[in-house]
C-alpha cells in the first residue's frame, strides 16, 4: 500500500528556477524522508524530517512539515540540469519500527 | 557506512526459470530487511519484510511461495522468484535497517533488474 501521494506528477522548469513538490500522506507519522532516484538507478537519501520539526535545510533543498495538514513540500532552490530525476516521499509510521512506505513521486525535468 | 549492496545487478532469465537476487549490509548488522519492487515509471511497493531468523510478512497480493525470502544472517537475505514470468520482471530494491539505536534508518541497495523472457 502507499502512505504518501505527491503532486504534481511531473514537473517541468527551467534551470535557474525553483521546484517545488508537495506529498501528502494518510496516517499518523514518525518522520518523513524525500528521495531522489536517477532513471534505472537507486534511491539517493535526501533529507528526513521528524514529526516534530516543522522544517529543515540541506543545501538548496528546503523541507517542510505540516502534521495538522499531514502534508510536507520538497521545495529545490536554482535547479540545475542535474537535478532532473524522479523525487519520492517515504514516510515511517509513528510507531517507529515500520518500514517506508513511498509516494507515487514526481517526475521533475530541469531544461538548460 | 551503511552501505547495502545487491547482486546481480541486472538479470535476464527465461520464463519458468527461478531467479535469487542476494542483498547485504557490509558494515552494519541489520536486525531488518524489507523488499521492494518497482515497475517503470512507478514507485518503490514493498513485498515484504523480513527479520533475521524468522518467517517473513509479505504485503497483501504478494504470493510467499513465489517470492521466498530467506533472512539467513544480520547481513544477508535472498529474494528468490520462482517460476519466473515477464510480468515479474521488474526493478527490485533490497532495503536493510541498522540495528539499535532506535533510529529506525533504512538503508538502500542499488537494485536488481529483472528481465524475464
Not at chain 2, 530494491?93 to 533488474?113: M, V
Request: aromatic letters at 8%; a positive charge; glycine letters at 8%.
Amino acid at each position: 500500500s502507499q502512505q504518501g501521494e505527491e503532486d504534481p506528477q511531473a514537473l517541468s522548469i527551467q534551470e535557474g528556477e525553483n521546484a517545488t513538490m508537495n506529498c501528502s500522506y494518510k496516517t499518523s507519522i514518525n518522520n518523513l524522508q524525500w528521495y531522489r532516484q536517477n532513471s534505472g538507478r537507486g534511491l539517493v537519501h535526501l533529507i528526513l524530517i521528524r514529526s516534530n520539526e516543522r522544517e529543515k535545510h540541506s543545501g538548496r533543498l528546503r523541507v517542510t512539515l505540516d502534521t495538522s495538514k499531514k502534508s510536507s513540500s520538497l521545495l529545490i532552490t536554482a535547479s540545475r540540469a542535474a537535478d532532473t530525476a524522479s523525487y519520492f516521499c517515504a514516510t515511517v509510521l509513528h510507531s517507529g519500527n515500520t518500514p517506508l512506505v513511498f509516494g507515487k513521486g514526481t517526475r521533475l525535468s530541469v531544461i538548460a | 557506512g551503511a552501505v547495502v549492496s545487491q547482486h546481480p545487478s541486472r538479470v535476464i532469465c527465461k520464463s519458468g526459470t527461478s531467479v535469487k537476487i542476494e542483498c547485504r549490509s557490509l558494515d552494519f548488522q541489520a536486525t531488518t530487511m524489507f523488499w521492494y519492487r518497482q515497475f517503470p515509471k512507478q514507485s518503490l511497493m514493498l513485498m515484504a519484510t523480513s527479520n533475521e531468523g524468522s518467517k517473513a510478512t509479505y504485503e497483501q497480493g504478494v504470493e510467499k511461495d513465489k517470492f521466498l525470502i530467506n533472512h539467513a544472517s544480520l547481513t544477508l537475505s535472498t529474494l528468490t522468484v520462482t517460476s519466473a514470468h515477464p510480468e515479474d520482471s521488474s526493478f527490485y530494491i533490497c532495503s536493510a535497517r541498522l540495528r539499535g539505536g532506535g533510529r529506525y534508518e533504512q538503508y538502500f541497495g542499488p537494485g536488481t533488474r529483472l528481465t524475464v523472457t
